[in-house]
């Protein structure tokens, strides 16, 4: 099963107005990424927040994560046509190797202009 | 930085036919991962190597499916023999080090179809 899950699955916005993606995991994590990824192309990384972090801004970004719940958000605040992507989070997983992160399916938002 | 390169772009072959996809990873990346995603299963790890070594290689579907990373600079996916549930876009990752909080920087990705 996955380890990360976004939600929604899909999200349509106006022009302007703010998006709001959810990600929920399943087990005790390292840190949490959130990555972009526009339409035929490669994954783009977005912002990093660790375990004992709680929010963090970038830009017109905004992460929050809660680990009781085990769960985060990202906001995109005054969302441009240019926004409009799939939005996957991964969550980097505490283990020897450190190595990977796992994917969740992705949230596809469309900005309308 | 060129940022990680992947080649070819698209490929279109017959089932049964062998298809290599090729990375170079950023220079000075010591990890490199392999990913599969398609609209059914979405992004799937494939293998991952640190200093040149595979490290897991877990998410290989199958025994046709093998991966190579012979120096720090080059690495290879092979499929032999293809198959059509091979269509997918694959993509090639690199990371500096092996602390899962470093970014993980992709290639533009491989469009696979296997007639």
């Known amino acids: 099963s996955q380890q990360g899950e976004e939600d929604p699955q899909a999200l349509s916005i106006q022009e302007g107005e703010n998006a709001t993606m959810n990600c929920s995991y399943k087990t005790s994590i390292n840190n949490l990424q959130w990555y972009r990824q526009n339409s035929g192309r490669g994954l783009v990384h977005l912002i990093l927040i660790r375990s004992n972090e709680r929010e963090k801004h970038s830009g017109r970004l905004r992460v929050t994560l809660d680990t009781s719940k085990k769960s985060s958000s990202l906001l995109i605040t005054a969302s441009r046509a240019a926004d409009t992507a799939s939005y996957f989070c991964a969550t980097g997983l505490l283990d020897n190797y450190g190595q990977n992160f796992v994917f969740g399916p992705g949230t596809r938002l469309s900005v309308l202009p | 930085d060129a940022g990680v390169i992947q080649s070819p772009r698209h490929e279109v072959t017959e089932m049964g036919q062998e298809v290599t996809l090729r990375c170079k990873p950023i220079?000075?990346?010591?990890?490199l991962f392999w990913y599969r995603q398609t609209m059914m299963r979405g992004l799937e790890l494939l293998i991952y190597?640190?200093?040149?070594?595979?490290?897991?290689d877990s998410g290989m579907p199958e025994d046709r499916f093998s991966a190579k990373m012979p120096n720090a600079s080059f690495s290879t996916l092979k499929i032999q023999p293809s198959e059509p549930r091979d269509s997918a876009v694959y993509f090639c990752?690199?990371?500096?080090?092996?602390?899962?909080?470093?970014?993980?920087?992709f290639g533009p990705g491989t469009r696979l179809l296997v007639l």
């Open positions: 990752a690199s990371r500096r080090g092996r602390d899962s909080q470093e970014t993980q920087y």
């Open positions: 220079s000075g990346h010591n990890s």
């Open positions: 190597f640190n200093n040149n070594v595979p490290i897991d």
